[in-house]
């Protein structure tokens, strides 16, 4: 969430929408989402960074500033009962572009997908009297759920590492925050094996991906990027982040959130689950009662005939 | 054929689930146990987290007994009183046991202690009934009688204890001790590893109490519904481990193998139906014991917040 409010004025904004009224009405999202499109571009266009000068010669007319536009390919996604992962699109176009075709190379562009912190424990096995036991554990305070990346190339030839650790870009320089009651205990080494091993665990499982050729021009200014969302992505909100580069300077940068949210059968149930777990744990009862008495009242009569 | 399951937050292959829910109530059906020592693995195996495995065998275990016990119940086969006795204990042993799996999964144990709690009780379970079985199938061809569970007269330590009941249906006269600490200690295994226990309690009744056979099952069979209902009921509500979905496409499956079960095993001879699920038991048993020993691909593992309890 703290990555969030580094980029713009519309963090704080983000938060209540995060943490606020969880079942709010679309007109109300439609409008924050809307505010939030304003918020972006105000920001956008307070981007301290000078355009690189231009060839003398090449072009007479006083140049504008490139900004950065762009969208989602749905903003709200669904995980109703047939849920089983989806594409993200994440378009855009570059205003005021010099580009003189889609394969000039002329811009990068950085996507980045990203869900929610959450505590993350990392535990390490080690051999105890033959059998492979959790001996060592390290809690992180927050770790993003759900992280991609995408890049029109590798994003160490984009930017360099200070930029992209800054803005937490790239699996290495991912937000993990250690809790402190860990980092009293570990030493720096094992520190960084367990954020290792957070990584490529998460990486494993399809939680955490890069794509280094995935942005791709498809004309002048405009371009996009799928990114997969696989099925079992830890369900909250995403945001997508997109980075403007021209030879290593951001130009730009645009900021868009997806909702995604149980719905239909799939809420009513994890509802049921979390607001009333007695009741709900009774009710999964009575259903196996009823199929059991059911089977047998059938398999009676079957046997009788 | 894919649903999303809300509380795993998975999807799932319905069709695998429900194979593997059949094939589970036809094993119950046709040996006369729970499965749940079977159902708990497989799902864990198959990538289901393992406190919602637990959570949502216990649901298809209240399923598949609850059939069973009315059957028994209309043969005059269950000793109530026993069973109350059983299930006091019962109660007792799934509360502390749903604890139990609340601390160990907050020390990061609790995959641990499953797997060695399955490994030592099926290893013990199927060895002694694979010893059993050989020799009922031995005795079989050589046209021997088989020696009686119980003879009359007959004492153990477990007839000095104090706190005598009278248990009518089963025609013994024993301390309250011995069935209250059996159905403690199975409930709070069944409560860890998502079994119903009926695997261990029925040895124990026959061995321990020495109650007539015939009542064994029955008894066995109404207590276990009870314990694990309420061990469904606790899961969701300390845990938030049960699934209905899982549980439903398990339960359905589940009760309808088990039917068909009930109906091959009445084709097949008791001493090969022991022998065959012996050796089920001790394959399921060195599988669980392997992950134990093998080293594994990595040794970091990374678990969330499950639920509300990391």
Redesign the interface.
């Given at each position: 969430m703290r990555g969030l409010g580094i980029f713009c004025v519309a963090g704080a904004l983000c938060l209540v929408l995060i943490d606020g009224a969880w079942p709010f009405s679309s007109v109300a999202a439609a409008q924050t989402l809307a505010r939030g499109h304003e918020d972006a571009r105000r920001i956008v266009q307070r981007t301290p960074k000078a355009a690189p000068a231009p060839a003398r010669g090449e072009q007479a007319a006083p140049l504008l500033r490139e900004t950065v536009e762009a969208d989602v390919s749905s903003r709200a996604i669904a995980?109703?009962?047939?849920?089983?992962?989806t594409e993200i699109v994440v378009f855009g176009s570059v205003l005021n572009s010099r580009q003189p075709s889609a394969e000039a190379g002329y811009y990068d562009v950085i996507v980045v997908l990203e869900g929610v912190p959450?505590?993350?424990?990392?535990?390490?096995?080690?051999?105890v009297a033959?059998?492979?036991?959790?001996t060592d554990?390290f809690d992180f305070e927050s770790a993003p759920?759900y992280y991609a990346i995408a890049s029109t190339r590798p994003i160490e030839e984009i930017a360099d590492e200070s930029f992209l650790e800054a803005h937490a870009i790239g699996l290495d320089y991912i937000r993990l925050s250690p809790a402190a009651r860990s980092v009293i205990r570990a030493e720096p080494a094992e520190i960084k094996?367990?954020k290792e091993?957070?990584v490529?665990?998460?990486e494993?499982d399809g939680l955490y991906l890069k794509a280094d050729y995935a942005v791709i021009f498809i004309g002048k200014s405009l371009f996009r990027a799928s990114i997969a969302l696989p099925?079992?992505v830890?369900?909250g909100p995403l945001t997508a982040r997109v980075y403007l580069f021209r030879e290593g300077e951001v130009l730009s940068t645009f900021q868009q959130r997806v909702r995604l949210e149980?719905e239909g059968?799939?809420l009513w149930?994890?509802w049921f689950?979390?607001r009333h777990?007695?009741l709900?744990?009774?009710?999964?009862?009575m259903?196996?009662?009823i199929?059991?008495?059911?089977?047998?009242a059938?398999?009676r009569r079957k046997a009788a005939a | 054929m894919h649903i999303y399951l809300p509380i795993a937050e998975m999807p799932a292959n319905v069709l695998l689930f429900l194979g593997m829910g059949s094939a589970v109530g036809f094993l119950s059906g046709l040996f006369g146990v729970g499965g749940g020592f079977l159902l708990t693995p497989l799902l864990i195996f198959s990538g289901i987290p393992t406190p919602v495995a637990v959570g949502t065998a216990a649901a298809q275990i209240v399923a598949s007994s609850v059939s069973g016990a009315i059957a028994q119940w209309q043969r005059n086969n269950v000793d109530i009183k026993m069973g109350l006795v059983l299930l006091a204990g019962g109660i007792v042993g799934s509360v502390i046991g749903v604890q139990m799996v609340r601390i160990l999964r907050l020390a990061g144990q609790f995959d641990l202690f499953v797997a060695l709690a399955y490994v030592t009780f099926l290893g013990v379970i199927g060895t002694l009934m694979l010893i059993e079985a050989v020799g009922a199938v031995q005795r079989a061809r050589t046209h021997e009688r088989p020696l009686l569970a119980r003879s009359s007269g007959q004492h153990n330590w477990v007839h000095r204890l104090p706190f005598k009941m009278r248990f009518h249906r089963s025609k013994l006269y024993i301390s309250a001790i011995p069935p209250l600490a059996i159905g403690a200690f199975v409930g709070f295994l069944g409560a860890i590893i998502g079994a119903g226990g009926g695997f261990i309690m029925v040895p124990a009744m026959i061995y321990l109490l020495r109650m007539p056979t015939n009542v064994v099952i029955g008894t066995s069979l109404f207590q276990i519904v009870f314990v694990a209902a309420l061990t469904t009921v606790m899961h969701a509500t300390e845990n938030y481990s049960v699934d209905v979905v899982l549980a439903l496409i398990l339960i359905v499956s589940g009760v309808i193998g088990a039917q068909y079960g009930a109906a091959a095993g009445a084709r097949l001879k008791g001493e090969q139906l022991r022998l065959l699920l012996a050796a089920l038991v001790l394959l399921v048993c060195a599988r669980i014991g392997w992950d134990l020993v093998a080293t594994p691909e990595d040794l970091y593992s990374i678990a969330t917040s499950f639920g509300g309890a990391p």
């Open positions: 995980i109703t009962s047939a849920f089983t992962g959450e505590p993350v424990v990392a535990r390490r096995k080690s051999n033959g059998l492979w036991v959790n554990a759920s094996s367990f091993a957070v490529r665990r998460r494993q099925a079992h830890p369900v149980r059968v799939e149930i994890y689950a979390m777990p007695a709900y744990g009774l009710f999964t009862v259903i196996a009662v199929a059991g008495l059911l089977a047998s059938a398999f | -």
